[in-house]
């Protein structure tokens, strides 16, 4: 059995706020295999943008572990956590973050080329993911020339194009009109489908929800898992 790509174990996040202490969340455990599309709903200011970031080591958790593909986060210097950010995981948002002066094209090669990966390999992928996301005619446009939903679809092909284990995505369609959105959304199901790639996407469309693997509600603190029937503190 192939490792887990993402394990939190009893994950908690605190802040500190003015005398005391805001706890986020405590005591919070995940797993996630490779090709699983997992859900992560809750209200705004649940700390589901807190618990993505501390999922890719953006941040630090207040106590806890986590572990991709089977490494230890908190045993990394600070330089293997960033080799292990730009080799094994894959970040989506709600705003693009599409560097303005390239074109689609050089937005997928840029982190092809930082990873190591040679520049004529990087531009025979980065075709081959625009072409898979439908832009197959729009490699040489930059993101100001391109729609909402078109720009989305290069951030998305710019976040697998290193074949990262993990996708860690915040509200990636949250942007967009319901139609595109959806046309968003099943190529991204497609792409980490065929790729095995281990996904945990924050959203606030139930529908989409409803159609991944599992569906975690992040609510007072906790994980709850949910299914069409019922639900479970985890």
Known sequence: MSEAALRLERVARRYPQGQGTLEVFRDLSLTINPGE??????????G?????????????????????????????????????RRERIGFVYQAHHLLPEFSALENVIIP?????VSRARAHTDAVR???????????????????????????????LANR???????????NLD??????VFEMLLQLVRSGS???????HNQELAARMD??????????VEQTLTTSRAI
Do not use: W
Not at 40 to 46: E, Q
Not at 56 to 80: C, F, H, K, M
Not at 214 to 223: E, N, P, S
């Open 112 to 116: 092809q080329r930082i990873a190591g």
């Open 37 to 46: 599309l997992v859900a992560l709903v809750g209200p705004s200011g649940a």
């Open 214 to 223: 599992r569906a975690l509600v992040l609510h007072d603190g906790h994980l």
């Open 164 to 174: 990262p284990r993990l996708l860690l995505a915040d509200e990636p369609t949250g």
């Open 129 to 159: 993911m625009l072409t898979q996301v439908g832009l197959g005619e729009r490699l040489e446009h930059r993101p100001a020339q391109l729609s909402g939903g078109e720009q989305q679809r290069v951030a998305i092909a710019r976040a």
């Open 178 to 183: 319901p139609r595109t959105a959806q046309g």
């Open 197 to 203: 790639v281990a996904a945990l996407i924050a959203t």
């Open 48 to 84: 589901k943008s807190s618990l993505l970031h501390i999922a890719g080591l953006l941040e630090a958790p207040s106590g806890g572990e986590v572990y991709i593909d089977g490494a230890i986060a908190s045993q990394l210097s600070d330089r293997e956590r960033t080799r292990l």
